[in-house]
């Protein structure tokens, strides 16, 4: 399923077929801002600027699908997980490339770019040598 | 001064189940022709209308055309399950504003014959930050709370199928639930897995149905035919639209409403007879106990262990079944609504009639754990 970019969201989009995470900030008041908006949802100011995540985040909950519905399918199981990224926001995605049964709440993961059918899309992996990353 | 009261005075299903011979709108009228006439009152007496649904871009336009009711006041609020637990606050208030006398709610849904529950939506707005991980919806969202939960309390599996089964034992007792063969806790973990950790038996029925709910204000009361179900308090709130924006994936809108509502009545969770909670899937009831403050963060499952929630337990709750065991048509809060309002006129026979029930509480959740609305209810 292709998500649909919209003045809000291409620059996201587009970081992500550059194969990085980009997220916005508020000059405002300096919080990290996902979904990207027009308008701070914490300050209601702004402006929100973009800049580039690390991409790297902790897994603060997750679900292995077993039923899916339409092009899905065909794929279960496989893993949901809502991410805090690094710098504090949450987002879903997909845990890719770690073995069943590994996945646990609180474990590092790192972006993936991978494309779905004609969409690029984030996806997250177990963080290699974490303690080697800056 | 003295509010002008509210109360239930009617209240109906239509068919339930499956009913290939009804649509969304012929739900909406037999339920609520059945619940004026219940209540002694005409469609002619109805000045306002309030129904939910994705059916029709303007759900309140096309029923009262479809009823041939021109509304003096118009509430089409969807916040999903709870939409009508908020229905009944806004109908209340209106009716303490002097805005209106009669108020009418239905729903109505044909979702299991339509097989229209996981049709396609395009990934726009934020559904493109979603739907293309091809997460199930709603039963993804609650199974990333649930599994939260049992990452932080020690939750487990069993503990949760203790609400599936108390369901089923009180659906036993209700002719018309969907479901009415005994379970176990074995035979929930058992069931195929759907969305870890929630397996097909902790998730609610797919059926079609509908139901009506009539709201008089006190000034009427003299003229129905039924005993009044007076509306003492209410609240209402939604905390996110998609899962991941949810502030705690553990604590719903409950704790908002819940305390809202019950200082609007002015009495206690103590002083509740019955209970009856949206039970979309099984962690639904203990995060939403939890958060109205029945019991403390993580504790939901000391607090319906043993049968306390069963029939002849100490906490009756959902005493039809739920949407469990019950009925699910979607949005299935108006049921909520109406079993609270027989519990407390005393219509049912003994084991499902909680003796001497004088106070319920209603608690709706919709969306993924998004909106909360929570009703008091008591005897004149
Ligand atoms: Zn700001």
Redesign the interface.
């Known amino acids: 399923m292709k998500p649909v970019p919209d003045a809000d969201t291409k620059p996201y989009w587009d970081g992500i077929a550059d194969g990085e995470l980009r997220l916005q900030r508020c000059e405002g008041c300096g919080a990290a801002v996902f979904y990207p908006r027009a308008v701070c949802p914490h300050c209601f100011g702004g402006p929100l600027r973009w800049f580039t995540a690390t991409g790297t985040g902790r897994v603060h909950s997750y679900t292995v699908v077993h039923r899916a519905f339409g092009e899905f399918a065909g794929q279960t199981p496989f893993t949901v997980a809502l991410v805090d990224l690094d710098e504090g926001v949450r987002m879903m995605t997909r845990i890719v490339g770690a073995s069943r049964g590994s996945v646990e709440i609180g474990m590092r993961v790192q972006l993936t770019v991978e494309q779905i059918g004609d969409a690029d899309l984030p996806r997250f992996r177990p963080q290699e040598a974490p303690e080697l990353q800056k | 001064m003295k509010k002008r009261r509210a109360a239930i005075v009617g209240v109906a299903e239509s068919d339930v189940g499956r009913t290939p011979h009804l649509t969304v709108l012929s739900q909406q009228a037999l339920a609520a022709r059945a619940a004026l006439a219940e209540a002694g009152l005409t469609k002619d007496s109805v000045d306002a209308l309030f129904t939910a649904g994705a059916w029709s871009w303007a759900p309140t336009m096309a029923l009262a055309e479809y009823l041939g009711i021109q509304p003096a006041y118009t509430d089409g609020t969807n916040i999903g399950g709870s939409s009508f637990e908020a229905h009944a606050g806004h109908a209340a208030a209106a009716i303490e504003a002097g805005l209106i006398d009669v108020a009418l709610i239905t729903y109505g849904s044909t979702q299991r014959t339509s097989r229209s529950r996981?049709a396609?939506r395009?990934?726009?707005?934020?559904a493109?930050?979603?739907?293309?991980?091809?997460?199930?919806m709603p039963v993804?969202g609650y199974?990333?709370?649930a599994?939260?939960h049992m990452?932080d309390y020690g939750t487990t599996s069993e503990d949760l199928a203790q609400v599936a089964v108390a369901a089923r034992q009180w659906a036993r007792l209700n002719p018309r639930a969907y479901y009415r063969d005994p379970i176990t806790v074995e035979d929930v973990v058992a069931s195929?897995?759907?969305?870890?950790?929630?397996h097909k038996l902790d998730c609610c029925l797919v059926t079609d149905g509908g139901g009506a709910v009539v709201i008089a204000a006190e000034d009427r009361w003299p003229d129905v035919a039924t005993q009044p179900v007076t509306i003492l308090g209410h609240g209402e709130t939604h905390t996110h639209a998609?899962?991941?924006?949810m502030p705690d994936?553990t604590v719903t809108g409950a704790a908002q409403t819940g305390p809202a509502a019950l200082r609007m009545a002015d009495v206690t969770l103590a002083d509740i007879d019955v209970a009856e909670i949206y039970d979309s899937f099984t962690i639904t009831v203990l995060l939403t106990l939890e958060s109205l403050g029945f019991c403390k963060p993580g504790e939901g499952r000391d607090f319906i262990a043993g049968g306390r929630i069963a029939p002849g337990g100490e906490f009756p709750m959902n005493t039809n079944g739920g949407g469990l065991s019950y009925t699910h048509p979607g949005m299935y809060g108006i049921f909520l609504l109406i079993e609270a309002a027989r519990q407390l006129r005393g219509d049912f026979a003994w084991a499902r009639q909680v003796p001497a029930a004088e106070l319920a509480l209603v608690h709706g959740t919709g969306g993924v754990l998004s909106s909360a609305a929570t009703v008091i209810l008591g005897t004149l």
Request: aromatic share 6%.
């Open positions: 996981n396609p395009p990934a726009e707005l934020t493109q930050f979603e739907l293309p991980y091809g997460l199930p993804g199974a990333l709370a599994m939260r990452h195929p897995m759907i969305c870890e950790p929630l998609t899962i991941s924006g994936l």
